[in-house]
């Protein structure tokens, strides 16, 4: 069953339009440099409002401490670290960890395996950007690498209702993780979440 991950929410209506078609992650920016970001008073309230979806934090090489005190203060299910976060730093959190790897630049799946997270994600890799770019890496030509990791993996990139089932059929993914092609004019909007999720269903053979 492919399971979905829909990050960057920054309103309490985007939040339960995700729940309620199904999602089963959504995921809050706190990296000040996306345009994403929500303060962690609004992500709290967020989280509040919902019932049984589960929450992510991302970072970008933010003080573990700071992490911390802010999954605890939202009620994370799960941090996602962005940056070049390592191993010591990972085991300083006191969620479970996601790590984030983007393709492409120094890959490798015997690191993923070896790195102290509950979940891995592969995004794609783009000079100066940390994530959240919408464009896809060479799926064909990660699929042998990506393979070998032993741990759940999350997919990432340019990730469409358009193209997820091919994601799907190359990877065979945990999940795939998407944000930007939920948006309208940089905001989430309903019925594209909607939309994306009555395809996950269908690729889940529900409908």
């Not at 609004?42 to 090489?61: C, E, P, Y």
Request: charged share 20%; with cysteine; glycine share 8%.
């Amino acid at each position: 069953m492919l399971k979905a991950k829909l990050c960057g929410m920054k309103t309490i209506e985007a939040a339960r339009a995700a729940e309620t078609a199904g999602a089963d992650f959504i995921g809050f920016i706190f990296w000040r440099k996306s345009h994403r970001f929500v303060e962690p008073e609004v992500a709290a309230s967020i989280g509040a409002a919902l019932q049984s979806v589960k929450t992510v934090g991302v970072f970008v090489d933010e003080e573990p401490a700071v992490v911390n005190a802010i999954a605890k203060q939202c009620h994370l299910d799960f941090v996602q670290l962005h940056g070049h976060e390592d191993a010591a730093y990972a085991k300083q959190m006191e969620v479970p960890v996601i790590k984030a790897y983007r393709y492409g630049d120094g890959f490798s799946a015997e690191a993923a395996n070896a790195f102290p997270a509950a979940m891995i994600l592969v995004d794609a890799y783009q000079e100066g950007a940390a994530g959240g770019t919408g464009t896809c890496f060479d799926w064909q030509r990660a699929q042998r690498e990506v393979a070998a990791i032993r741990k759940p993996v999350l997919i990432a990139g340019g990730i469409s209702e358009a193209n997820v089932a091919e994601v799907n059929d190359i990877f065979h993914p945990f999940a795939v993780d998407v944000s930007g092609s939920l948006e309208v004019n940089r905001e989430k909007s309903a019925a594209r979440i909607a939309a994306f999720m009555a395809q996950i269903k269908k690729i889940n053979g529900r409908n």
